[in-house]
């Protein structure tokens, strides 16, 4: 659970990082720079210095909404770690369900077992005084002692499933082994199931199953990024400029001697890249294709699971 919210705290920082590239940059430089040169002939040393300060700003337009698609891929992988975290929750909670059952249930039959050894061991002693006195055979003597035996038995194999099936629990719950065999240790009823479940229609059942949902927002992904590689073909648009300062002394910067301004915009578009971008495209769209594919069989494996599920329900005594 916390790797699945780490995730998120990374996809949702992965989208700041694309979001930020929408915006123009700005930065500060600093230069300073020193000569000194002698001439031997005249004996004359020349020394000079020249300081420089800007802030230098750029901006990628987003002309063709190429970077709003990469960003638009980046909300889907945020989405689609949301909806498995959810998912993890939702296997969580089933496992630690199945497993307290699981527990209750053999502490309800090891109580049984244990209650029913005195009147199986009173049954043994029956059929014996029936054997000997002639009104019974050694057949029914044996069953008797083997149900006997077998009940012995039984105890030693619950006890196991009791002691593993705690070891479980306190697995799922992030602890240490032993951790929450006090809190276990109270006999409790078996967890009894609602006696009518709100089923509804098997498509909204669908929609509310986090790994169907997870794998939609993975074919939104995958097409944004396709639609955003062939983006890539049409022309770019940077603008640029630079607002700066310059002074022979260090301590004369904040008034300058000279000061310079300058506004740059290009426009750029690919012509020969030796079948880069083409294939970027083929790439992008077979990733396309392949989530629609892993969309397909989560679909279908969640219809099968519902569908089973309806069944289960439907065919259990009321």
Avoid: C
Wanted: no cysteine; charged share 20%; glycine share 6%.
């Amino acid at each position: 659970m916390r790797t699945a919210l780490s995730r998120i705290a990374e996809y949702r920082a992965r989208r700041g990082v694309e979001k930020s590239a929408l915006f123009p940059q700005l930065t500060a430089n600093t230069s300073g720079s020193g000569a000194r040169s002698s001439n031997r002939t005249t004996h004359v040393t020349i020394t000079s210095e020249s300081y420089r300060a800007s802030l230098d700003a750029s901006w990628q337009v987003d002309l063709f909404v190429r970077q709003s698609q990469t960003l638009k891929a980046a909300g889907e992988d945020l989405a689609q770690n949301e909806e498995n975290f959810y998912g993890a929750q939702v296997s969580l909670a089933a496992e630690v369900a199945s497993a307290y059952v699981t527990l209750r249930s053999a502490e309800a039959e090891l109580v049984v077992v244990r209650n029913s050894l005195g009147t199986r061991s009173e049954t043994v002693q029956l059929t014996r005084w029936r054997e000997q006195s002639g009104t019974g055979s050694g057949l029914d003597t044996q069953q008797s002692i083997s149900v006997s035996e077998q009940a012995h038995a039984a105890i030693p194999e619950l006890q196991l499933v009791i002691a593993q099936t705690r070891n479980q629990l306190t697995l799922l719950s992030g602890r240490t082994p032993g951790a929450l065999n006090s809190l276990l240790a109270k006999p409790r009823n078996v967890p009894m199931a609602p006696m009518k479940t709100a089923v509804g229609i098997p498509a909204e059942a669908l929609r509310q199953r986090p790994d169907v949902r997870a794998a939609e927002h993975q074919v939104e992904a995958a097409f944004a990024r396709k639609i955003a590689a062939k983006r890539e073909r049409l022309p770019s648009l940077s603008l640029s400029g630079t607002l700066g300062v310059e002074a022979l002394k260090a301590g004369r910067i904040f008034s300058p001697d000279t000061t310079a301004a300058s506004l740059l915009g290009s426009l750029t578009a690919p012509l020969i890249d030796a079948g880069r971008i083409r294939n970027n495209i083929a790439i992008q769209g077979e990733l396309e294709k392949q989530s629609v594919i892993a969309y397909e069989a989560v679909v279908l494996a969640a219809l099968s699971e519902v569908e089973n599920a309806l069944v289960a329900i439907s065919a259990a005594p009321q």
